[in-house]
């Protein structure tokens, strides 16, 4: 299994910045693809953004130019920066992993982080 650790969640005004991040860990898996999902109060989960092992990024139209992910393979962490906070960003942001373990497909989630943008 894949274990995830959140970080960087929090309050910020609008027009700020945050930096999230999300470290796996667990025995023998390999990753294929990192991401970030938002989830608002009584909306449902919603990709943020993606990135893939090889590099290849996807991002959702509302947070294109604002956001940003990576991530350091060696850590086996994913970042999402996240410039130009909007009110309407506020959501739990989860992790997610996608892994393979052998021959199983292995899809990771964290306990989300609560990011909060005043206006």
């Known amino acids: 299994q894949v274990q995830l650790v959140e970080s960087g969640g929090g309050l910020v005004q609008a027009g700020g910045s945050l930096r999230l991040s999300c470290a796996a860990s667990?025995?023998?898996?390999?990753?294929?693809?990192m991401g970030w999902y938002s989830q608002a109060p009584g909306k449902q989960r919603e990709l943020v953004a993606t990135i893939t092992n090889t590099g290849s990024t996807n991002y959702a139209d509302s947070v294109k130019g604002r956001f940003t992910i990576s991530r350091d393979n060696a850590k086996n962490t994913v970042y999402l920066q996240m410039n130009s906070l909007k009110p309407e960003d506020t959501a739990v942001y989860y992790c997610n992993v996608r892994a393979r373990l052998q021959l199983t497909a292995l899809n990771s989630w964290g306990q989300g982080t609560q990011v909060t943008v005043s206006a």
């Open positions: 667990g025995s023998s898996f390999s990753i294929t693809a």
